[in-house]
C-alpha cells in the first residue's frame, strides 16, 4: 500500500463542507486518495514535514486546449475576435502532428502543476498528421497530473458552410468509432483515477446536428461525460439563431446537451431562461476570465449563475486565447 503522510502544516484548508481552517494538522494520503485529516496521525510510508507551510486542496482546471501551448502570441491573432482568431490560427495547427502535441501537453501541465493545479481537463479537437488522443494521455502520465482528455472533433468544414477548413475536419463515423476507441483504452472510472475520458464536439458551429445527438446517446451509453464551447460571444448567439432558429441553451437542450454529466464552456452571453435550464438540469459552466478578456467576448454572468445555483468551475483556455 503506497501512503504519504504530510504532518504538522502550520495552516490547513480544507474546503469541507464546514469549510473548515485546521492549525498543525496532518493529512494522510493513501494509493492517491486523501484517506484523512486530522491531528497526530500515523504511517509507515513518505514522510512529508510541513512545518511554516500552508496547505490546499489542489485546484481543477475545467478548460484547456493544450496544444495550443505552442502558439502563443502568434502575429495577426493579437487584435482579432474569436472567429478571426481562430480562422489566423487553424493553419499553423493544421501543420502539427504528434510530437507537437505531445510537448505542447507537457508544457501546459508543467506550467498547471507549477501553480497548484492538480487536475485539468483539456478539449483537443483536431488531429492533424497522425495525431491522436493518446499522445496528450501519455504526456500526463509523465508530468503526473489527474487527467479528464476529452476526445472533440470537427465535422464541418468551410465548404459546408463551418468555420474551419476542410483539412481540420473528420468524417462523423470515423469520430464516433475514435471515441469509443479511446474510452475502452484509456478511461478509468474508478475512485481516485488519474484518467477520464469525455466526448467533446468543438462547437455547435464546427460540427452537425447528428453528431451533437449521436456523441450525447455515446457518452450515456458509455457512463463519460459530455463538453463543449456554448455561448461563447455575439457571433456565437448570432450564429445560432441564423443557423438553428434558437439559442444556444435551447440547441443543447433539444440534442441532449444537459445534465449534471455535462460541462459547457464560457457561457458568456447566457440569459436568464438559459441560467434557469442549466440550474434545473445541473448542467455545469467552466468560467474563463482570461481568455473571455483577451479575445473581447464579454464577461460572463457569474454571479446570476451561482445565485442560481449554477455549478461553475475555472478555466484557464487555450494558451493562445490568453497568451
Known amino acids: 500500500m503506497n501512503e504519504i503522510l504530510i ?10 463542507d464546514a469549510r473548515e481552517e485546521l492549525r498543525g494538522a496532518d493529512i494522510l494520503i493513501r494509493n492517491g486518495i486523501i484517506a484523512a485529516v486530522g491531528h497526530a496521525l500515523q504511517s509507515d510510508g513518505e514522510l512529508v514535514l510541513a512545518a511554516g ?12 486546449h493544450l496544444y495550443q501551448s505552442l502558439t502563443r ?19 499553423i495547427w493544421g501543420r502539427f502532428g504528434p510530437e507537437e502535441m505531445r510537448v505542447s501537453a507537457l508544457i501546459g501541465l508543467a506550467e498547471l502543476a507549477l501553480s497548484g493545479c492538480t487536475l485539468s481537463s483539456d478539449h483537443l479537437y483536431i488531429f492533424p498528421n497522425g495525431t491522436r488522443l493518446e499522445d496528450t494521455i501519455h504526456a500526463a502520465a509523465e508530468i503526473g497530473l489527474r487527467f479528464h482528455p476529452t476526445r472533440g472533433a470537427m465535422s464541418i468544414g468551410e465548404s459546408a458552410g463551418g468555420l474551419p477548413p476542410d483539412a481540420l475536419v473528420e ?17 478509468d472510472a474508478s475512485d481516485g483515477s488519474m484518467c477520464r475520458v469525455g466526448i ?65 464552456a464560457h457561457c458568456v452571453k447566457l440569459d436568464a431562461q ?30 446570476a449563475m451561482r445565485d442560481a445555483g449554477v455549478r461553475v468551475g475555472l478555466g484557464v483556455d487555450g494558451s493562445a486565447s490568453n497568451d
Open 274 to 303: 438559459e441560467i434557469d435550464l442549466f440550474s434545473k438540469t445541473r448542467t455545469g459552466a467552466a468560467h474563463c476570465p482570461c481568455s473571455n478578456c483577451r479575445l473581447g467576448s464579454g464577461i460572463a454572468p457569474v454571479r
Open 7 to 16: 504532518r504538522g502544516a502550520d495552516f490547513l484548508l480544507t474546503m469541507n
Open 200 to 264: 467533446a464536439p468543438c462547437s455547435p458551429f464546427s460540427v452537425s446536428r447528428d453528431l451533437m445527438r449521436n456523441a450525447a446517446l455515446l457518452a450515456r451509453d458509455k457512463g463519460v461525460m459530455l463538453h463543449t464551447h456554448l455561448a461563447e460571444n455575439d457571433e456565437d448567439i448570432a450564429y445560432s439563431e441564423a443557423s438553428f432558429g434558437c439559442r444556444p441553451g435551447q440547441y443543447a437542450e433539444e440534442l441532449g446537451w444537459t445534465g449534471a454529466d455535462v460541462w459547457h
Open 171 to 187: 468524417d462523423e463515423e470515423h469520430i464516433l468509432n475514435d471515441c469509443i476507441r479511446v474510452i475502452d483504452s484509456f478511461h
Open 73 to 91: 502570441a502568434v502575429p495577426g491573432a493579437q487584435d482579432a475576435l474569436l472567429f478571426g482568431w481562430l480562422k489566423t490560427l487553424y493553419p
Open 53 to 64: 507551510c500552508v496547505v490546499t486542496p489542489g485546484l481543477v482546471n475545467t478548460h484547456h
